[in-house]
């Protein structure tokens, strides 16, 4: 294939990943495979067909297997981080909750799951203090 093509197959990769599908990461790296090998042949290292196609799947596994999760990892820790505006705010728990168990309950609008993290049981209906948030998981306890 011509250097062009590589390279518009990798940007097609890249742009399905980004805004189309989320195949969790996997897209990039062998869009970026296709990108490298088009750049081999711009700078002028013509290699035949099945060599290109060689390049491009090694390329691309090896980049998925070594560092995708790395790099997908740092990428997914970033947007959200850690929520700590809510620590120490109340909730109301609609069902009995058991140290160690969780139960799902509404805050500020929405579905969250709610893990007592402390040593006494919060009855149903009882306000429970928030100690942390991982995510869409409160970690509660009695107040």
Same mark, same amino acid.
């Given at each position: 294939?011509?250097?062009?093509?590589? &390279?518009?197959?990798?940007?097609?990769?890249? &742009?399905?990943?980004?805004?189309?599908?989320?195949?969790?990461?996997?897209?990039?790296?062998?869009?970026?495979?296709?990108?490298?090998?088009?750049?081999?042949?711009?700078?002028?290292?013509?290699?035949?067909?099945?060599?290109?196609?060689?390049?491009?799947?090694?390329?691309?596994?090896?980049?998925?297997?070594?560092?995708?999760?790395?790099?997908?990892?740092?990428?997914?820790?970033?947007?959200?981080?850690?929520?700590?505006?809510?620590?120490?705010?109340?909730?109301?728990?609609?069902?009995?909750?058991?140290?160690?168990?969780?139960?799902?309950?509404?805050?500020?609008?929405? &579905?969250?799951?709610?893990?007592?993290?402390?040593?006494?049981?919060?009855?149903?209906?009882?306000?429970?203090?928030?100690?942390?948030?991982?995510?869409?998981?409160?970690?509660?306890?009695?107040?």
């Amino acid at each position: 294939m011509a250097w062009w093509s590589w &390279g518009i197959l990798g940007f097609a990769l890249l &742009g399905l990943e980004l805004f189309a599908i989320d195949a969790q990461f996997f897209l990039v790296f062998a869009g970026v495979a296709a990108i490298v090998v088009g750049i081999l042949g711009l700078v002028g290292i013509d290699l035949p067909q099945w060599a290109q196609w060689i390049a491009f799947a090694v390329l691309a596994v090896i980049a998925m297997f070594t560092i995708r999760r790395q790099v997908y990892e740092k990428l997914l820790s970033k947007p959200g981080g850690k929520v700590n505006t809510d620590i120490h705010q109340h909730v109301v728990v609609g069902q009995l909750l058991e140290p160690g168990k969780s139960c799902r309950i509404e805050y500020r609008g929405t &579905g969250w799951t709610a893990i007592n993290v402390g040593k006494e049981s919060i009855a149903a209906g009882g306000e429970a203090r928030i100690d942390s948030i991982d995510g869409l998981t409160l970690h509660v306890r009695a107040l």
